[in-house]
């Protein structure tokens, strides 16, 4: 069954309408909706602000049959900035990954590291990516500070556990900045 979503971006005043299918108004739910608004705009569902008939809509476990939602209808959905999800998912899945090694491999111990052959490392390699991770998220993502873009950026980099990744990769960092460094 189709929707529509007629969308406006806060950051360049951009104005559309996209159509969405889904399955069963049963068992759609607001937050699936999200998720492919999502996907076709570009839109983190963090920062959408999804309206019906003119009512804002804040029940995620929502389903459509609920809102007596027909075939046809249409959402209106405002954001602030549209986000490179493909790009930054890809970056935040390798912070992701690097965080789950340090906490389920390592148990957040640093692991024996042979200085002379530490390039070869297996560990070292992975901690090298991820930091390359880290350096263009900072450098592609997260800077200007101030616009609109970069703060869309930012609220999908926490929306998908990029901060918390971060954090146990920046702990784990700076246990091996000390043990380096003594």
Same mark, same amino acid.
């Given at each position: 069954?189709?929707? =529509?979503?007629? =969308? !406006?971006?806060?950051?360049?005043?951009?104005?559309?309408?996209?159509?969405? &299918?889904?399955?069963?108004?049963?068992? &759609?739910? /607001?937050?699936?909706?999200?998720?492919?608004? +999502?996907?076709?705009?570009? #839109?983190?569902?963090?920062? +959408?602000?999804?309206? =019906? %008939?003119?009512? *804002?809509?804040?029940?995620?476990?929502? &389903?459509? !049959?609920?809102? =007596?939602?027909?075939?046809?209808?249409?959402?209106?959905?405002?954001?602030?900035?549209?986000?490179?999800?493909? $790009?930054? !998912?890809?970056?935040?899945?390798?912070?992701?990954?690097?965080?789950?090694? /340090?906490?389920?491999?390592?148990?957040? %111990?640093?692991?024996?590291?042979? $200085?002379?052959?530490?390039?070869?490392?297996?560990?070292?390699?992975?901690?090298?990516?991820?930091?390359?991770?880290?350096?263009?998220?900072?450098?592609?993502?997260? #800077? *200007?500070?101030?616009?609109?873009? &970069?703060? #869309? +950026?930012?609220?999908?980099?926490?929306?998908?556990?990029?901060?918390?990744?971060?954090?146990?990769?920046?702990?784990? !960092?700076?246990?091996?900045? +000390?043990?380096?460094?003594?």
């Amino acid at each position: 069954m189709d929707i =529509y979503v007629d =969308y !406006s971006c806060e950051d360049n005043n951009e104005t559309g309408r996209t159509k969405l &299918t889904v399955a069963d108004f049963d068992t &759609t739910n /607001i937050r699936d909706i999200k998720y492919a608004i +999502q996907a076709a705009i570009q #839109a983190p569902v963090c920062d +959408q602000q999804l309206f =019906y %008939q003119g009512q *804002p809509v804040t029940d995620d476990d929502m &389903t459509l !049959s609920r809102l =007596y939602f027909r075939e046809g209808d249409c959402f209106n959905v405002q954001f602030l900035a549209a986000v490179d999800i493909a $790009r930054m !998912s890809e970056l935040v899945d390798e912070l992701k990954n690097f965080a789950q090694e /340090i906490v389920e491999k390592f148990k957040r %111990q640093l692991p024996v590291i042979n $200085r002379r052959r530490r390039r070869q490392d297996f560990f070292s390699v992975r901690h090298k990516a991820a930091c390359l991770a880290i350096k263009e998220l900072q450098d592609s993502f997260f #800077a *200007p500070w101030k616009c609109l873009r &970069t703060v #869309a +950026q930012r609220h999908f980099f926490v929306q998908e556990g990029g901060f918390e990744a971060f954090l146990e990769v920046f702990k784990f !960092s700076r246990q091996i900045y +000390q043990a380096f460094n003594v």
